[in-house]
């Protein structure tokens, strides 16, 4: 029986599926060359707009800007560092903006162990989905919602000032309002990796602590603990480097505090330096840096 000439591929589609074919099967047998055709966008994205804008914010803060004609002087130099270093009020924001990156880490993990070790040894299995929900709903609401929340609950007279017993009792706005909300903002980065850790560890091995007689305490420390210290540093990486970086829950419930986000938002700002902005801005990444160095052995890095 004849073939119908509708049932025959066409000359032009023949000839145009012939190259597809070639390569494709050329692909297939070269395994490299199609990952590196796959990945070869997202990585031309992370370095145009993750490394280079890093690399561009290096080279800017070696520059300044003339006091006479605002201009900015693109000549490198160590000024705006060495102003830094040198000036107290400038090394002061930086141990500040430390500390309550670390304050609020080491509060974040106070409230964390707890949650985390309920969450993923004490809950019923069919409860564990809905307090994984529960932590991760305040995700979902805006940071600025969350922040001016708090800045009404801090405000004098508010709730928390009628809870200490009337106005002018509760904390009001300040350092200790930036650490409270910025630990209350950051709570969930900690517990997530904390559990996520917990749920790895296997139940025998705590049944097995208490049939050989360990209290608590000694359970927590020999079977828990080495088990949870990489998860705690994991979450310790998002607390520490989000709270380094902030400046909008300073401006909001910080009231006069200055952090080192402050100080990069007024000279991009009013101040029209972007340089020494740069500069300011380098010592958080500078710091992340280190920390990540310091713990990249601890197999934390894994957790994330």
Known sequence: ??????????????????????????????????????????????????????????????????????????????????????????????????????????????????????????????????????????????????????????ANGGPVDWLFGGPGSGPGYGLGATVLVLAYLWLPYMILPIYAGLERLPDSLLEASADLGARAGRTFRAVVLPVVVPSVIAGSIFTFSLSLGDYITVQIVGGKTQLIGNLVYVNIGAANNLPFAAALATIPVLIMVGYLVAVRRSGALEEL
């Open 1 to 154: 029986m004849a073939t119908s000439t509708l049932d025959r591929p066409a000359g032009g589609a023949t000839a145009a599926r012939g190259p597809v074919r070639r390569l494709s099967a050329w692909l297939h047998r070269h395994a490299g060359v199609r990952l590196a055709a796959l990945l070869a966008a997202p990585l031309f994205w992370l370095v145009v707009a993750y490394l280079g804008a890093l690399a561009v914010l290096f080279v800017s803060a070696l520059w300044t800007v003339n006091g006479f004609t605002g201009e900015v002087v693109r000549q490198p130099t160590l000024d705006n560092f060495r102003t830094i270093v040198t000036d107290e009020v400038y090394r002061t924001v930086a141990l500040r903006s430390v500390g309550v990156a670390a304050a609020v880490t080491v509060i974040d993990t106070l409230i964390a162990l707890p949650m985390a070790f309920y969450m993923a040894k004490v809950a019923k299995p069919r409860h564990r989905r809905w307090l994984v929900v529960a932590i991760l709903t305040p995700l979902w609401a805006s940071y600025l919602v969350k922040a001016y929340a708090w800045r009404v609950l801090l």
